[in-house]
């Protein structure tokens, strides 16, 4: 079974632009969140979705959004983007829809945004 | 707002030695979970403790959660450089998404 696929693996934008990150879970999975990583913060939740259903949101500016298509995939996008945004961006994915100990998160490899 | 406090931040050991590194919070978690995330790769789930008190090993790992459920141990026995890379505890309240530590980062010398 394929593991959680996050493209790309390496991005360098300027401040001001966008940019639109994609995450395809694993087969049969249907839940999705996302977590930015610094090392100052640690891994902070962005959002989590299920069945295409926003189910949860973190502490981040409207700058960032999300969304999630039929078959599980998931986009982030971050719009206006600043110096502080830099970071890696992880995907994880869990069968759904129980959260917690009941069920598992894997975690793509990532995508590193570095922001000049 | 939960925290999770992970100490040490860092760890540098030789190879065969013993290490323990914690995971705090003021409040109380219904489970915590355990991850290592290696350069370049996404944390990878070791180990989910759920009740008060609960020790669990993995081969030269040994996970405990604290009584009141506030409190977690990582314990490795005679390390090894595939041990290296940056451990991550993460805590689940109710119906919310986990909460992480900012990890310890463990390098293991031969």
């Known amino acids: 079974k394929a593991g959680v696929t996050q493209t790309p693996r390496y991005l360098i934008k300027t401040r001001g632009q966008q940019v639109t990150l994609s995450c395809s879970p694993i087969s049969g999975h249907r839940s999705v969140s996302w977590y930015q990583q610094t090392p100052g913060q640690g891994l902070q939740f962005l959002f989590e979705y299920f069945s295409e259903t926003q189910r949860n949101k973190g502490n981040f500016p409207g700058r960032f959004s999300g969304r999630q298509f039929s078959n599980s995939r998931s986009e982030m996008n971050v719009s206006t983007l600043e110096l502080g945004d830099s970071a890696l961006y992880l995907c994880?994915?869990?069968?759904?829809?129980?959260?917690?100990?009941?069920?598992?998160?894997?975690f793509g490899s990532g995508t590193q945004l570095s922001v000049l | 707002t939960q925290l999770l406090e992970q100490s040490p931040q860092f760890l540098s050991i030789q190879e065969g030695e013993n290490l323990t590194v914690y995971c705090n919070s003021s409040?109380?978690?219904?489970?915590l979970q355990w991850y290592r995330q290696e350069p370049g790769e996404g944390p990878v789930l070791l180990v989910t403790v759920v009740t008060g008190g609960e020790v669990k090993k993995l081969k030269r790992l040994t996970f405990q959660f604290g009584d009141a459920r506030k409190d977690s141990s990582l314990h490795i026995t005679a390390a090894q450089p595939g041990d290296t890379g940056l451990y991550l505890c993460a805590g689940e309240a109710g119906n919310t998404p986990l909460v992480f530590g900012k990890g310890t980062r463990l390098s293991v010398i031969a």
């Open positions: 994880a994915s869990s069968p759904g829809p129980l959260r917690g100990a009941r069920e598992k998160l894997f």
């Open positions: 409040s109380v978690f219904s489970s």
